[in-house]
């Protein structure tokens, strides 16, 4: 067990760009989800799967932002256009379905995107 | 709307001495709780939840939290704190009743441990 994994760690892009980031979640977890953080804030979430499909999607993602899960395997999270106002860490988790609400979400080291 | 408070951004304590960390939370329905705590430049790590039981909740390097219902708290607490223990501390809330998919954070708390 090797743990989430995101790539990559650190993306410096300019406004206007787009960027695609990639979570590898742990073997056999079936629910993987994105968050956002900013300095000084607690994680937002922004999206949920259940194997391929898209469960949740919060208000904060803008039609910009999609997220795909294509095999139930990894995800990837895309900024279309991006903003100043995008740059922030991006945290991906997972977690083994565990009763209804109950599993534990393991995070990812995250990617740090700034936006010039 | 669930919700979650942590009142402190950060807590001065010295080395061997008792840590509280403090969480209110705001849920319609029942609550699943959570600790974890992240240091600089890794992504969070689990320490400990409330589900159901007894409402003391022991978890990893030597956590533990109390959930009460009456209060709507879930404070984080450690018997003798280590100057290891400085990191950022993040409470978590999950509705049960509305699907208990999507958690909400509070704002951090950051113990400064001093030797």
């Known amino acids: 067990d090797t743990g989430v994994s995101q790539d990559p760690r650190h993306k410096i892009t300019k406004r206007g760009q787009n960027v695609t980031f990639r979570c590898d979640p742990i073997s056999e977890h079936n629910r993987l989800y994105w968050y956002r953080q900013t300095l000084g804030q607690g994680p937002e979430f922004l999206t949920y799967f259940q194997n391929e499909a898209q469960l949740e999607k919060s208000r904060l993602l803008s039609d910009r932002f999609s997220a795909e899960r294509p095999k139930g395997s990894f995800s990837t999270l895309e900024i279309q256009r991006t903003e100043q106002g995008d740059s922030a860490m991006y945290l991906c988790?997972?977690?083994?379905?565990?009763?209804?609400?109950?599993?534990?979400?393991?995070f990812g080291p995250g990617t740090r995107l700034t936006v010039l | 709307a669930q919700s979650v408070a942590q009142p402190e951004d950060q807590v001065n304590v010295a080395e061997g001495n008792p840590l509280t960390v403090k969480c209110t939370y705001s849920?319609?329905?029942?609550?699943?709780l959570f600790w974890y705590v992240q240091y600089p430049n890794r992504g969070l790590q689990f320490l400990l939840k409330y589900i159901t039981g007894d409402n003391l909740v022991k978890g990893s390097y030597g956590f533990e939290a109390e959930f009460n219902k009456s209060q709507t708290s879930f404070h984080l607490k450690k018997p003798s704190a280590l100057v290891s223990d400085s990191a950022l501390y993040f409470c978590a809330v999950r509705d049960v009743d509305t699907g208990g998919f999507k958690t909400i954070f509070g704002a951090g708390t950051r113990p400064f441990v001093k030797a």
């Open positions: 849920v319609s329905g029942n609550p699943y």
């Open positions: 988790a997972s977690s083994l379905t565990s009763g209804l609400g109950q599993d534990t979400q393991y």
